[in-house]
């Protein structure tokens, strides 16, 4: 099946300093990819969609001069948190949609980050 | 995005079958029934879809009444490594696929020896 990766899986930084995670489909072309966010014992919160080569559309209530999301390539898209707080630790996945199995959103490992 | 209403938990044992059911009452006539598994630290992976009726794969069936307002998962004789978070999802696939998943609270299925 399709492989998206994540990195890093997991990081450590200290308040306020900004945090650049990494999703990459591996073996295919992920024209829509999307990030969630999960705290512990609780479910996925989508973030937002990013299509590939225009701006991503953030949910309600998600900070888009935040949480800034890039998607450059039909391979990569980046997300970076920003000004990171200890609110912002988090599971942070993503997902990707291929064209050829648009039935299915293939997801990343996850990266767990924690700010001190 | 229709909603869905799942267990917050199951308990089984090792063996056993587990049918975890989810209500979606609101499903729109373009919904298809997606499940995903989740394992701590991990992304959720993809299980089962399916629209009405019975699907059937390696690892699950999805039975689906003809009014299409609920679903049932149904995992054949559990084992230990199955104990995860088990998520029903409902969406239009439509011509450029998912436009974007809602996850519902999930059923968390605790498999013991």
């Known amino acids: 099946g399709a492989v998206v990766s994540q990195h890093p899986s997991r990081v450590i930084c200290k308040s306020g300093t900004s945090v650049k995670i990494e999703c990459r489909s591996l073996?295919?072309?992920?024209?829509?990819m999307f990030w969630y966010r999960q705290f512990p014992k609780q479910s996925l919160m989508l973030m937002a969609t990013?299509?590939?080569?225009?701006?991503?559309?953030?949910e309600q209530g998600v900070e888009k001069d935040k949480f800034l999301i890039n998607h450059a390539s039909l391979t990569l898209s980046t997300l970076t948190v920003t000004s990171a707080h200890p609110e912002d630790s988090s599971f942070y996945i993503c997902?990707?949609?291929?064209?050829?199995?648009?039935?299915?959103?293939?997801f990343g490992p996850g990266t767990r980050l924690t700010v001190l | 995005l229709a909603k869905t209403t799942q267990p917050i938990s199951m308990d089984s044992y090792e063996g056993q079958e587990v049918n975890i059911t989810c209500s979606h009452n609101?499903?729109?006539?373009?919904?298809?029934i997606t499940w995903y598994q989740q394992f701590p630290s991990q992304g959720p992976r993809f299980i089962i879809q399916?629209?009405?009726t019975k699907v059937t794969n390696e690892v699950a069936s999805l039975f689906i009444p003809a009014d299409r307002k609920s679903s049932t998962l149904s995992l054949p004789r559990v084992s230990l490594s199955d104990t995860a978070v088990y998520y029903c999802?409902?969406?239009?696939?439509?011509?450029?696929?998912?436009?974007?998943?809602?996850f519902g609270t999930g059923t968390r299925l605790l498999v013991s020896p």
């Open positions: 399916g629209y009405k």
């Open positions: 609101n499903i729109a006539t373009n919904d298809y």
């Open positions: 990013s299509n590939e080569g225009s701006k991503a559309t953030y």
């Open positions: 997902s990707a949609r291929s064209l050829s199995s648009y039935n299915e959103q293939f």
């Open positions: 999802l409902v969406g239009d696939i439509g011509n450029t696929g998912f436009q974007k998943l809602v």
């Open positions: 073996d295919f072309q992920a024209t829509t």
